[in-house]
């Protein structure tokens, strides 16, 4: 296991509003420098805003959750070791992501960046659970998710909700302090940069953003998978892919999509499901409230069927993305003509 015990932290609801004010002055900071340094995002047809506006504002929530780890690895000596994979595994991926909002870069040099951060997070799983499967489940999930993350960081406030739904998730099952402390971090370090994202947005996360919070996803759903006993760790896995269903869905089926369609999948778009919708109706905030809520939701479903039996959770799962695929379906089947990318 992860962590059987973590000594109690001293004022926690302190601690946690630090990393809000910190997440909340650093991207304020952020935002100075992006304009500074002219690191801009302009209008054009392969995105889906129609402001310039600054990125690299993920930056902040990235100190925040290292600032995180490191108060876990105070509280934790046992646990230096694990706690240093862990923040080099975000010091890599955000770096690589940080360099890209910079001067773009190889996709290959980014993937495999990508590749040795999800190793270190598998080696985590590994020295935890002692499992080859987890361990190999962990790698591969964590470049699913950071590319994921990536792709699906289009409009205002999407990708930092999503990662938030997910973290109260695991905050709620996860059975282990550490695990719970580390998810309420990353809520705290979210809402600090959701002021600036979320409406009229004045700073974009960045791929220095957007790639970190896929990892920190994985993250918190590897830890808690690997900290599990081995009777609830398949329960545990099927029941984290409920909150982030709908980046799944939507960014696999349009893959699949772009690959029938005989595109260039690996280029930028304005495919996905979720910016259809927000160009037809001419508005961020509808689409993102409508996926998060279905995060939420997601959240509410694995809750309620914690600890119920396999069978019952595989059932849930499989109607849970099944309803997703024909919300999928019809986004896609409304879109209109002429609109960007069709």
Not at 9 to 36: C, E, K
Not at 165 to 180: E, F, H, N, R, Y
Not at 262 to 290: D, F
Not at 312 to 341: C, D, F, M, T
Request: aromatic residues 8%; positive net charge.
């Amino acid at each position: 296991m992860l962590i059987s015990s973590m000594p109690a932290l001293h004022a926690p609801v302190a601690w946690l509003s630090g990393f809000f004010l910190i997440s909340l002055l650093l991207t304020m900071t952020a935002r100075s420098y992006a304009v500074r340094r002219r690191l801009i995002d302009k209008p054009g047809e392969r995105r889906s805003h129609q402001v310039a506006t600054p990125r690299g504002g993920g930056i902040a929530i990235v100190i925040a959750m290292l600032l995180a780890i490191a108060v876990l690895a105070w509280l934790a000596p046992e646990l230096r070791a694990r706690s240093g994979m862990l923040a080099s595994g975000l010091v890599l991926v955000s770096g690589i992501g940080w360099w890209d909002d910079h001067r773009p870069l190889p996709p290959l040099l980014r993937l495999a960046v990508h590749a040795v951060s999800a190793g270190l997070l598998a080696l985590v799983a590994h020295q935890s659970s002692g499992s080859l499967l987890i361990t190999a489940l962990s790698f591969v999930l964590t470049i699913v998710l950071v590319n994921i993350w990536n792709f699906m960081d289009g409009i205002n406030g999407i990708a930092t909700t999503q990662a938030l739904a997910v973290a109260l998730a695991v905050a709620i099952l996860g059975q282990q302090p550490a695990i719970t402390w580390l998810s309420l971090a990353l809520v705290a370090a979210c809402a600090g940069f959701l002021p600036f994202n979320l409406v009229n947005a004045r700073i974009f996360l960045g791929d220095v953003g957007s790639g970190a919070l896929g990892y920190l996803v994985a993250m918190l759903i590897v830890l808690g998978g690997s900290s599990t006993t081995t009777a609830t760790q398949a329960g545990w896995w099927l029941l984290m892919l409920l909150p982030p269903a709908a980046f799944l869905v939507d960014a696999s089926l349009t893959l699949v999509l772009r690959i029938v369609r005989g595109q260039q999948w690996w280029k930028p778009h304005v495919q996905h499901a979720y910016q259809r919708w927000t160009a037809r109706l001419g508005s961020h905030w509808p689409v993102m409230v409508a996926y998060t809520a279905f995060a939420l939701v997601g959240a509410l479903l694995a809750h309620v069927m914690h600890n119920k039996s396999l069978t019952l959770i595989i059932v849930g799962l499989v109607a849970w993305y099944l309803g997703g695929g024909i919300l999928w379906l019809w986004i896609q089947s409304k879109q209109g003509k002429g609109l960007p990318g069709s």
